[in-house]
């Protein structure tokens, strides 16, 4: 047993207080009121106590002593939520932070979750730290995940639902308290005592019966002379600098709790059990991300009774995920007690003893199995359980590894192998997977694949298609997984890839079919009974083209690309389907680009067809927020907000203006320079870097007085933002304008 219980016992002699209803303390039980185990303070007959951390239910089997876990889902932090349907983005209250280290992640279906520091975001609303609350705003999404992290032990992840339509929510933390315990004991007849550990058995906590004589202490303790309790202890030459923690002790918790809270009674989600395997299976089949759980445990008489049983609370607790209407990331199992009318098919699959459970996709492949029964596994089948990710992945190899080795597979079976390894979720399991049989854990199904094999026949798969009339939905969200590197290669393989020749013969395949796919897509994503996040097919392309110049493959960059990258910003621009995320990112390439002459003629040409096509003229605040409404939901600044999206824009119009500036190269674009330098300024008035931009555009257009008003404006808007170099230059500007040496 770990020394945290022991710590634990010091810190509650220092906080623990005692309240009642009466007019005193009586003797009795009192229960706290902490978060995590409830713990009871006894107060005896003749002045004695007793401390009760833990409590609960416990199991004799043979010499073994089970404890039952809590399987109570124990969260530290309370949540509240408002909704208003015409809300663009969640506003969150965040209860005094402190100095905790929280993050707080958002995530819109089955994409990566996108996390935040607190202490950042409190950095940037609230930097002089004047406020207890912290306020600030986070995208529309599926789903919340907060994490307090613990230094040197496990942190804990907890992951809600976030209800539709939610428009705020206030968040508050406290800490538990305790954890719960993961502990197990046996009796040791050789010494007549009851031992006690955590799972790994190491430093057990040794009991004897307190019927049994005791045998007298012996005090052969060493005593200090001294003892000091001392408040921000030190000594000389210890480094000041260290990370000081306070006075946190570790607690032990779950690496990840299950199951969000409830916020209602749940939607009523009802199971539908077949009454024989065929039908269960094909049941199974008919939705592509289940599984069938198949129970075996025919020597147990009262199996039926405990069957039911789960499968109640496994409908209780999939409806309170589901919180107030159905749910199909949630709807991931189905069941079946297999009877004596199963025995031929046992047989078959080898299964020749029990208790067993069996895990089966929709083909009735074989994807795990366990030498355990129902009670000990039960917990493992929910969604937020890694189990369900294990299983995604052993069907995705076995269902590639299928359609190729099939010579008769068909054109929408292969497509239908890549899509669902595409579409795989991250597994948080990096440990060697269970091989032994005999295991009373699952036993997961390993096939094993020929990268070479797979990219020749999803190449074949790519030409094939490149004459299609109709799109194919599946085929799209495969291609868009793949050239982002979060398809099938990089779940299959681990390996991370630069595009290739079949990844731009794909996004040719997008492009030719892009209007059909922006009218399909609505409907292919709220398809029922699957989970698809198809975004704007142009803003998809536009970020794989940008996350690919980063990446290497074999010692080679992703920059061997730049001239096929460069064409295809060119067409989709040139068609008239650029939007804001491919404009943004073409920019991006091409202001690193010079010319051989050493200007930047090409973006400038291009930057001022998109100014004077796209921002120029009307209102820039409700031009602005035209464009932003249009963005889609993929989009980085969809989620990082407008007044992101509005500071982009005025950095976008200011650094172009700055070239012009800095390079006599680009002086024919000197007036556009001056529009879009004033455009950046109405967005973000008094920045000292754009008026500096404006002033020396105004000085080298012969409007030296206006130049010299506007450079002034520059150095009065110097704030600590600004660094000592750039303030410096700044100044110095305006001494140069001032006495004619500019």
Not at 127 to 142: G, H, M, N, R, T
Not at 446 to 452: A, C, G, H, V
Not at 570 to 585: L, P
Request: glycine content about 4%; overall charge negative; aromatic content about 12%.
């Amino acid at each position: 047993m770990r020394n945290f219980i022991w710590s634990l016992m010091l810190l509650f002699f220092g906080i623990l207080t005692v309240s009642s209803q009466t007019n005193g303390i009586e003797k009795g039980t009192y229960l706290s009121k902490n978060k995590g185990q409830r713990i009871k303070l006894n107060l005896l007959d003749d002045n004695k106590y007793e401390l009760v951390f833990y409590s609960g239910d416990y199991q004799v089997k043979g010499d073994s002593l089970l404890f039952a876990k809590n399987t109570e889902a124990q969260t530290n932090f309370d949540l509240s939520f408002k909704v208003d349907k015409k809300a663009k983005s969640i506003k969150v209250n965040f209860k005094d932070p402190a100095y905790y280290a929280f993050y707080i992640g958002t995530q819109k279906g089955k994409e990566e979750v996108k996390y935040q520091r607190i202490s950042d975001i409190k950095t940037k609303v609230d930097p002089d730290y004047s406020k207890v609350d912290l306020d600030f705003e986070i995208e529309k999404a599926d789903f919340l995940y907060l994490v307090y992290e613990e230094y040197g032990a496990e942190s804990t992840v907890f992951k809600y639902a976030i209800p539709k339509d939610a428009s705020e929510v206030t968040i508050s933390y406290e800490l538990a308290v305790l954890g719960d315990l993961k502990i197990a004991g046996y009796f040791d007849r050789t010494t007549n005592e009851l031992k006690i550990s955590e799972q790994s058995g190491l430093n057990p906590l040794i009991f004897t019966n307190a019927k049994d004589p005791q045998p007298a202490k012996k005090d052969s303790k060493v005593r200090p002379l001294e003892t000091k309790s001392i408040a921000n202890w030190t000594y000389s030459g210890k480094d000041a600098s260290s990370y000081d923690y306070g006075e946190a002790v570790a607690v032990d918790s779950a690496a990840v709790v299950t199951a969000p809270p409830v916020y209602s009674s749940g939607y009523n989600f009802k199971l539908k059990v077949e009454d024989n395997l065929k039908k269960a299976i094909e049941s199974t089949k008919k939705v592509s991300n289940k599984f069938l759980v198949v129970v075996v445990d025919s020597k147990n008489k009262s199996i039926k009774e405990k069957f039911d049983a789960f499968v109640k609370e496994q409908e209780t607790q999939t409806g309170y995920n589901m919180y107030d209407s159905y749910n199909a990331l949630y709807d991931i199992y189905n069941y079946y007690l297999a009877g004596s009318d199963d025995k031929k098919w046992l047989k078959n699959n080898n299964i020749n003893d029990d208790p067993r459970i069996i895990i089966l996709n929709g083909e009735g492949k074989q994807l795990a199995i366990a030498k355990s029964d129902l009670a000990t596994q039960q917990y493992h089948f929910s969604y937020y359980d890694d189990l369900y990710r294990k299983l995604q992945r052993a069907n995705a190899f076995l269902s590639i590894d299928t359609a190729l080795k099939n010579k008769k597979a068909s054109d929408a079976d292969l497509i239908a192998a890549f899509n669902k390894a595409a579409l795989l979720e991250p597994s948080y399991y990096y440990g060697d997977p269970i091989s032994d049989s005999n295991s009373t854990e699952f036993v997961i199904t390993k096939t094993d694949l020929n990268q070479k094999e797979v990219s020749q026949t999803w190449k074949k798969l790519i030409e094939s298609h490149q004459k299609d009339k109709s799109v194919n939905m599946y085929l799209v969200e495969t291609i868009l997984k793949e050239i982002k590197n979060q398809g099938f290669t990089k779940q299959l393989f681990n390996t991370d890839r630069i595009l290739n020749d079949t990844d731009f013969l794909a996004i040719d395949y997008l492009l030719n079919h892009s209007e059909d796919i922006e009218s399909k897509r609505a409907e292919f994503n709220s398809k029922q009974g699957e989970l698809h996040t198809v975004g704007n097919v142009v803003s998809e392309i536009a970020d794989a083209l940008q996350q690919n110049l980063y990446l290497s493959q074999d010692g080679a960059s992703g920059e061997i690309n730049r001239d096929k990258v460069n064409s295809l910003y060119k067409r989709i621009i040139d068609s008239g389907k650029g939007n804001f995320d491919a404009y943004r990112n073409y920019f991006y390439y091409l202001a690193e680009l010079q010319e051989k002459d050493g200007s930047n003629v090409t973006f400038l040409k291009e930057f001022s067809t998109y100014f004077d096509s796209t921002l120029a003229g009307g209102s820039p605040i409700e031009k602005l927020d035209a464009i932003f409404s249009t963005l889609d939901s993929s989009s980085s600044y969809s989620y990082d907000g407008w007044n992101s999206f509005k500071y982009y824009h005025s950095d976008l119009c200011n650094n172009a203006a700055w070239t012009v500036v800095e390079n006599p190269m680009n002086a024919n674009y000197l007036k556009d320079a001056i529009k879009w330098s004033e455009y950046s300024l109405v967005l973000t008035k008094n920045s000292p870097y754009y008026l500096d931009t404006l002033a020396q555009l105004y000085y080298k257009d012969g409007q030296k007085q206006k130049a010299i008003e506007m450079q002034k404006l520059a150095v009065k808007y110097l704030n600590d933002t600004v660094d000592e170099e750039t303030a410096s230059n700044i100044k110095e500007v305006l001494t140069k304008m001032s006495n004619g040496t500019y």
